[in-house]
Nanobody, 116 residues
Framework: QVQLVESGGGLVQPGGSLRLSCAASGITFKIYRMGWYRQAPEKQRELVAFITKDNIQNYADSVKGRFTISRDNSKNTLYLQMNSLNPEDTAVYYC??????????WGQGTQVTVSS
């Protein structure tokens, strides 16, 4: 079956960095558009960044210049490098695989907390 397993979340101080990973199995990873979404308490889930099968990247305005999405098709793994984190980045971060416009598969999420 399809599995997307996120890791790398945790507690970090403002200004710090984290690197999230998403290990995919059960799909032909290289043909999927992959994305990172996040959901903060009492807020709707929002798109953070996505990367196409051709490595075209797109970012939410709130993370441009601070976050970098990448993929390693040889390892079936998606990454999100997050720098200059601030408390507004606190959320559960989800990995998603999209065969079309909307996500087809979701991971279980990993908590990122930015706090001093």
């Amino acid at each position: 079956q399809v599995q997307l397993v996120e890791s790398g979340g945790g507690l970090v101080q403002p200004g710090g960095s984290l690197r999230l990973s998403c290990a995919a199995s059960g799909i032909t990873f290289k043909i999927y558009r992959m994305g990172w979404y996040r959901q903060a308490p009492e807020k709707q889930r929002e798109l953070v960044a996505f990367i196409t099968k051709d490595n075209i990247q797109n970012y939410a305005d709130s993370v441009k210049g601070r976050f970098t999405i990448s993929r390693d098709n040889s390892k079936n793994t998606l990454y999100l490098q997050m720098n200059s984190l601030n408390p507004e980045d606190t959320a559960v971060y989800y990995c998603a695989a999209s065969a079309a416009v909307r996500p087809t598969y979701w991971g279980q999420g990993t908590q990122v907390t930015v706090s001093s």
